[in-house]
C-alpha cells in the first residue's frame, strides 16, 4: 500500500503539480490554472494549498488574490 501524505498535516511545506491527475476535480484544467492560465508545473506552498488547487483549479497566485496570503 503507498503512503499517502495527503493525510499528514504540518508535513509538507511544498508541492510542485505537473499535470493533472484523475485524483483532481473536474474543474481542475488540463493545462494549469483556470484562473490566469499560468501552466504546469505549479508550485503551492503547503499542503492546503494543493487541497484547495484540487477542488477549484486556482494556481497559489490565485489563490492568495482571493483569500489573501498565508502568514
Given at each position: 500500500m503507498a503512503y499517502d501524505f495527503m493525510n499528514e498535516p504540518?508535513?509538507?511545506?511544498?508541492v510542485i503539480v505537473t499535470g493533472k491527475t484523475k485524483s483532481m476535480s473536474n474543474l481542475v484544467s488540463e493545462g494549469g490554472c483556470n484562473t490566469c492560465l499560468s501552466e504546469y508545473p505549479l508550485e503551492f506552498k503547503d499542503?492546503?494549498?494543493?487541497?484547495?488547487?484540487?477542488i477549484?483549479?486556482?494556481?497559489?497566485?490565485c489563490q492568495d488574490e482571493v483569500f489573501g496570503p498565508t502568514k
Open positions: 504540518g508535513q509538507v511545506d511544498q499542503l492546503l494549498s494543493f487541497k484547495e488547487y484540487k477549484s483549479g486556482s494556481c497559489q497566485k
